[in-house]
């Protein structure tokens, strides 16, 4: 069945018009009145619907089931990646949101190539929540995840919750996984944050600012990956060793 995003999902019988964006995804799906729909808030709920009218300007659904309102215990993963270089970005919200990221952080690290202009910022943050509310349409997920800018590590470093647990990713620890299965077995209410790094990696200094701010380092396997690799590499490992790669986010 086809998901359909609704950020204030209306009662059963009510009906509801669709977003614009939302409505030229539904005309590229074809529905026509009568198709059977799941309308979902990116906060955890949904509810069936039938398509109920579609014209060149809109598209009305009328909701034909109680909204079901899906809690979890799952505790919340972040990832803080590095800004790579070119669509790279693009790739990486899309995958880590398929497999049940809570929320991305991107930072402008030492050896970080695609810096930011200041007056983009806005507009790029919107297009990467686009692409994570499409992963989490077409993924089945539950919840929305949040793209934040962190301009650089300090900016990053502060907006972490000090009690969280936060594992940075460094090719210089070595292939090890011990830390991350230490780590991830007994996280805080406060969510795990994984970092990993651009093209160029993480320098000594921000490994050393980070563990003087309670951050442990980790190793991702024994070979070197591209960062378009490491990060879901690094969100897989984690949610499995936290034992909740198989729980709906």
Do not use: Y
Not at 162 to 181: C, S, V
Not at 183 to 207: D, F, K, M, Q, R
């Amino acid at each position: 069945m086809h998901r359909l995003l609704v950020r204030n999902l209306p009662i059963q019988g009510e009906s509801v018009t669709l977003d614009p964006t939302v409505a030229k995804h539904a005309r590229v799906l074809r529905l026509e009145p009568g198709d059977q729909v799941l309308l979902f808030d990116g906060a955890g709920s949904e509810c069936p619907a039938q398509v109920e009218s579609v014209s060149e300007t809109e598209i009305t659904c009328r909701v034909t089931e109680a909204t079901r309102r899906f809690t979890t215990a799952t505790v919340p993963l972040h990832l803080v990646q590095a800004i790579p270089k070119g669509t790279k970005t693009d790739s990486i919200v899309r995958m880590v949101t398929e497999l049940g990221i809570h929320g991305v952080h991107l930072v402008e690290t030492e050896r970080v190539v695609a810096r930011w202009e200041p007056k983009k910022v806005q507009a790029k943050l919107e297009r990467l929540q686009r692409i994570a509310e499409e992963a989490v349409r077409q993924s089945g997920r539950l919840h929305i995840p949040q793209v934040h800018h962190r301009p650089n590590l300090q900016h990053l470093v502060q907006a972490v919750p000090t009690e969280a647990t936060k594992i940075a990713f460094w090719e210089e620890h070595g292939p090890t996984l011990q830390p991350l299965e230490q780590a991830a077995s007994a996280p805080t209410e406060h969510g795990i944050w994984i970092l990993v790094g651009a093209e160029g990696g993480i320098s000594a200094n921000e490994i050393k600012q980070l563990r003087t701010n309670g951050w442990i380092t980790c190793g991702l396997g024994a070979t070197i990956l591209r960062v378009e690799t490491a990060a879901p590499v690094a969100v897989a490992l984690t949610l499995d060793r936290m034992n909740q790669l198989t729980s709906r986010r």
